[in-house]
């Protein structure tokens, strides 16, 4: 004998299999929604990553230009700075949480404005605004 579920097809009645392929279809929506934003923060975290590298190069050809200072020397001050956090792992870790100069909420790293009140970031440094 046949078996109906074997082949995908449900022996419940219609309104049933209407509903449960109505929310795998919200779900399969969802997900795909998901996964444009997860995109779009790849895309963002890359852009960010180019500009930071663009800064740095043009510093560091610009300070050897300018002074005596060698590879050696940015060595040793990538590792005196990462050190600043406590640990030797490989990252500058900001200390501290960002408060708006307007309405003293917490902001978040990757706005230019605050979420909450619109005033604009100030920039303590030039790596702020790439």
């Given at each position: 004998?046949?078996?109906?579920?074997?082949f995908g097809y449900s022996t419940h009645s219609g309104s049933s299999s209407s509903g449960?392929?109505?929310?795998?279809m919200k779900d399969k929506v969802r997900e795909a929604g998901a996964s444009r934003r997860t995109q779009r923060d790849v895309q963002f975290l890359e852009d960010r990553f180019e500009r930071l590298s663009?800064?740095?190069m043009a510093m560091w050809s610009l300070l050897q230009d300018k002074t005596n200072l060698t590879e050696q020397?940015?060595?040793d001050r990538v590792q005196t700075i990462d050190l600043m956090d406590g640990q030797a792992d490989g990252k500058a870790t900001k200390v501290g949480v960002v408060k708006c100069h307007k309405c003293s909420r917490p902001m978040?790293?990757?706005?230019m404005r605050c979420i909450y009140c619109g005033a604009e970031k100030r920039a303590s440094s030039a790596f702020d605004r790439v």
């Open positions: 004998m046949l078996d109906s579920a074997m449960e392929s109505q929310r795998r663009l800064v740095c020397d940015l060595l978040s790293e990757r706005h």
